[in-house]
């Protein structure tokens, strides 16, 4: 079979598929997908676009999504976020051959340029013949394409990239420029035939909320993010795990004992914090709601402002979704060598425009996805001897995918079976979800927790009929109301 794909390496295949299989046992729920629905094959007909950290767990997803009868394309959401045997091992697939790859198109590879990420991402929007009628998206880059594209050819508009506010904004309108100039309704006929988008991650669902209030959401989301098997796991334990695996392979430096700052108390806060306390870290959190402020301070972490923390602190994480939390200002006047990365989606929430905009400042290369930026005296307001310099991770891109390997499977296979619960929800019964964002109902919810107690050696109570009668809840579930929690 021949078909378009763009990786490193397909050598690498033979290392990534011995890593799906491990992986595999590691992802019962996934599994327990390709036994329930590999003969029904709900989702045959489903062309299936993707743009999610193409990794070995996502490798398991993709040939999940195959097994139910998608046809799939594939890209990275993240420049840095790839492993390179895992994209070469789903080109390839469990029955080809590196010379005759017979798996997956996926176009991504580590340390890719953005003007490459965004040729990829139009790479797997563009499909031979028809277009995809399904969308699976991790932070909306995908999503935004199609509505930024369409939204040019409908107003006949030529994007003006000099009115980019940030580099990679103006990356996306120069594509758009010649995109537009090949033909004036790819995008409008692309977003046209998507059925529906599952959405993986807050700042994603972030902006799938904002569309569809301003009414410009062209087609069906379902909130991937807010399943409590999503949210309450992968960001926060995912986190707890892969944050300081990022830290330690790209620093190695001792945690214990240090001062670190993590902005942010929500899922992924909560996730850091306590993986760096758990080194033995001291653990200082910033926050501007006040309920998760208190949520912190109850927790036992001191609760801070940047601002009066900026020369005490060892390690920086911002887990925010918001930008700007970490100003050049605060880098200026941080101690000698203090590490700074984000775990949020986008690399806004350090500003590293304005990093790059100090006069005086190198940047010296230590390894792939790990720079030291040396201050010039006249520039440094740090308390530190002149001439400090702070450790950057990833380049302000998500670190623990930068510079780790992400999420172990354990925890991905809770997000990933409620994705394809998603998807099969939105290309089987279409009809039922009118233009709008969605969630997943509880009973599905519960179900994904349920696939995962049994590897862990979790023996749930069950209730007899008269407790359920009394607590007025089904034996089977679901057990809580909408507004619980958890
Ligand atoms: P969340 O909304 O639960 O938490 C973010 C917290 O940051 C909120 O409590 C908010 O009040 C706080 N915040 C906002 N602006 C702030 C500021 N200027 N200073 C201090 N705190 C501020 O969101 P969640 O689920 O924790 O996700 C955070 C980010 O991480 C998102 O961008 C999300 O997409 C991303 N994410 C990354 C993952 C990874 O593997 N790297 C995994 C899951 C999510």
Redo the contacts with the bound molecule.
């Keep these: 079979m021949t078909f378009d794909y763009k990786v490193a390496d397909l050598g690498l295949a033979e290392f990534g598929r011995k890593e799906i299989r491990l992986a595999e046992h590691e992802m019962p729920g996934l599994m327990a997908m390709r036994a329930q629905y590999g003969e029904s094959k709900p989702l045959a007909g489903a062309r299936i676009m993707g743009s999610l950290?193409m990794t070995i767990q996502t490798a398991v997803l993709i040939e999940t999504l195959v097994a139910l009868g998608a046809e799939v394309r594939w890209v990275s959401c993240n420049i840095f976020s790839t492993q390179d045997h895992a994209a070469a091992a789903v080109v390839v697939g469990p029955e080809g051959t590196a010379e005759s790859p017979a798996g997956v198109p996926v176009f991504a590879w580590k340390g890719e340029t953005l003007e490459e990420y965004w040729w990829c991402t139009e790479q797997a929007l563009t499909w031979p013949g028809e277009g995809p009628n399904m969308i699976l998206d991790?932070?909306g880059d995908a999503t935004m394409l199609v509505h930024k594209g369409t939204e040019f050819e409908k107003a006949g508009a030529v994007p003006d990239p000099s009115t980019a506010d940030s580099e990679e904004y103006g990356v996306v309108l120069k594509l758009l420029t010649r995109s537009l100039a090949e033909s004036s309704s790819k995008w409008t006929t692309i977003g046209q035939g998507i059925k529906g988008v599952t959405e993986?991650?807050?700042?994603?669902?972030?902006r799938l909320y904002e569309m569809h209030k301003a009414g410009a959401l062209l087609f069906p989301a379902i909130n991937v993010?807010d399943s409590v098997t999503k949210?309450k796991f992968?960001?926060?334990y995912?986190?707890r795990h892969?944050?300081i695996d990022g830290i330690n392979r790209a620093t190695d430096v001792l945690i214990g004992g240090k001062v670190a700052v993590v902005?942010?108390?929500?899922?992924?806060?909560?996730?850091c914090a306590e993986s760096l306390r758990g080194q033995g870290a001291r653990v200082i959190?910033?926050?501007?709601?006040p309920?998760?402020a208190l949520q912190a301070a109850m927790d036992g972490y001191q609760v801070s402002?940047?601002d009066d923390v900026v020369g005490i602190a060892d390690i920086f994480v911002?887990?925010?979704?918001?930008?700007?939390?970490i100003t050049a200002d605060h880098m200026a006047a941080m101690k000698h060598q203090a590490i700074v990365g984000?775990?949020?989606?986008?690399d806004n929430?350090i500003d590293m425009a304005g990093l790059y905009k100090t006069p005086g400042i190198e940047r010296i290369n230590i390894k792939p996805q790990v720079d030291e930026f040396r201050f010039p005296p006249e520039a440094s307001k740090s308390q530190s001897a002149d001439g400090h310099t702070i450790i950057i991770l990833s380049e302000g891109r998500?670190?623990?995918?930068g510079n780790a390997t992400?999420?172990p499977s354990f925890v991905m296979s809770n997000s990933f079976t409620n994705q394809v619960l998603a998807q099969i929800e939105l290309f089987v019964r279409t009809a039922e979800y009118p233009t709008e964002v969605y969630v997943l109902p509880k009973h599905l919810d519960e179900m994904v927790a349920r696939l995962h107690l049994d590897s862990l050696g979790v023996k749930l109570t069950e209730l007899t009929k008269e407790q359920a009668n009394y607590l007025g809840v089904p034996v089977e579930g679901p057990y809580k109301a909408e507004h619980y929690r958890y």
Aim: glycine share 18%; proline share 0%.
């Design positions: 950290h991790d932070g993986e991650t807050t700042t994603g669902v972030h993010n949210s992968d960001n926060k995912g986190c892969s944050l902005c942010g108390y929500g899922d992924v806060g909560k996730g959190v910033t926050e501007i709601d309920i998760c402002t940047v911002t887990t925010t979704g918001n930008k700007d939390v984000n775990i949020g989606h986008f929430e998500l670190l623990n995918l992400g999420h």
